[in-house]
């Protein structure tokens, strides 16, 4: 069986679940960290190496400040709940994102985590949170820039793998698999360079309501897929691995 090394998911529909049960949205959004709970150690029981989970884009600072406020306290709670928890579970937590548009008790928060969880060496857990795919992709193309600018880099000497280095997430393979609830089929501005070839998988549930049996069913999903990479059936499993020379 084929699973993923990296899953990401685009975890949508809190709001949309609790108003269906007549509650306000930010109560979606309690219920949906507990299941963020349930399936980050769902995946670590798994041996899934890598999970993202995307928790906060860079456009989700235009909603109400009261949802803004409630989603950063409730990343507050969560994480000085469960950063024990990831200890004893072996899982390193990391973020990408612009941490300094966070609240500093937050911000703080997350970088305690990820310096108190940085010596685990089970699955990686990273947050995207105040994160854009634009913004990460924009970061990479200024910091290039200022190696042409300073004369250490011929702007001909650029590749797509130098560009991927200078990504937020160099340090995470490309998702394998990215898994959106809520039945909405779109990205938004989720990992728009390192989801090239990611398979993609919208679930209808909300957010809420997913569960450890709709994450294996999501796995066995992509046990089934074919990647390609551009080549065609015929010529795989040979060579099943993603071309990373220049064409
Ligand atoms: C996802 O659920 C959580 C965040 C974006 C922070 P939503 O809050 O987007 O819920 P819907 O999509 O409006 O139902
Ligand atoms: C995407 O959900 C971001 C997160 C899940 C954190 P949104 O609810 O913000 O996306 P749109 O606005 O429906 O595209
Ligand atoms: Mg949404």
Redesign the pocket.
């Given at each position: 069986m084929s699973t993923p090394t990296h899953i990401g998911i685009?975890?949508?529909g809190n709001g949309r679940w609790a108003e269906a049960l007549g509650h306000n949205r930010l109560f979606g959004h309690v219920r949906g960290a507990r299941v963020a709970k349930n399936i980050i150690e769902g995946c670590a029981a798994r041996g899934i190496k890598f999970l993202t989970l995307?928790?906060?884009?860079t456009?989700?600072w235009l909603r109400p400040s009261e949802e803004v406020s409630l989603l950063m306290r409730l990343l507050f709670l969560r994480l000085n709940r469960e950063r024990s928890n990831l200890i004893r579970n072996n899982i390193k937590f990391r973020c990408i994102g612009n941490l300094e548009r966070l609240p500093l008790e937050v911000r703080n928060t997350v970088l305690k985590t990820v310096r108190e969880t940085d010596h685990c060496t089970g699955m990686t857990l990273t947050f995207a949170l105040s994160y854009g795919g634009r913004q990460e992709i924009t970061g990479a193309v200024r910091d290039i820039a200022q190696l042409v600018k300073s004369g250490r880099l011929d702007p001909d000497e650029i590749t797509t793998e130098m560009v991927a280095g200078h990504m937020e997430s160099a340090f995470l393979p490309d998702p394998d698999l990215i898994i959106r609830t809520s039945g909405?089929s779109?990205l938004?501005n989720?990992f728009l360079w390192s989801a090239a070839y990611s398979e993609l998988l919208i679930v209808e549930k909300m957010w809420p309501a997913f569960t450890l049996t709709d994450l294996d069913a999501a796995i066995q999903e992509y046990d089934g897929r074919e990647r390609r990479f551009g080549r065609t059936s015929a010529q795989l499993p040979a060579s099943s691995s993603e071309p990373t020379s220049e064409l």
């Amino acid at each position: 069986m084929s699973t993923p090394t990296h899953i990401g998911i685009i975890m949508d529909g809190n709001g949309r679940w609790a108003e269906a049960l007549g509650h306000n949205r930010l109560f979606g959004h309690v219920r949906g960290a507990r299941v963020a709970k349930n399936i980050i150690e769902g995946c670590a029981a798994r041996g899934i190496k890598f999970l993202t989970l995307f928790a906060f884009s860079t456009e989700n600072w235009l909603r109400p400040s009261e949802e803004v406020s409630l989603l950063m306290r409730l990343l507050f709670l969560r994480l000085n709940r469960e950063r024990s928890n990831l200890i004893r579970n072996n899982i390193k937590f990391r973020c990408i994102g612009n941490l300094e548009r966070l609240p500093l008790e937050v911000r703080n928060t997350v970088l305690k985590t990820v310096r108190e969880t940085d010596h685990c060496t089970g699955m990686t857990l990273t947050f995207a949170l105040s994160y854009g795919g634009r913004q990460e992709i924009t970061g990479a193309v200024r910091d290039i820039a200022q190696l042409v600018k300073s004369g250490r880099l011929d702007p001909d000497e650029i590749t797509t793998e130098m560009v991927a280095g200078h990504m937020e997430s160099a340090f995470l393979p490309d998702p394998d698999l990215i898994i959106r609830t809520s039945g909405e089929s779109r990205l938004s501005n989720f990992f728009l360079w390192s989801a090239a070839y990611s398979e993609l998988l919208i679930v209808e549930k909300m957010w809420p309501a997913f569960t450890l049996t709709d994450l294996d069913a999501a796995i066995q999903e992509y046990d089934g897929r074919e990647r390609r990479f551009g080549r065609t059936s015929a010529q795989l499993p040979a060579s099943s691995s993603e071309p990373t020379s220049e064409l």
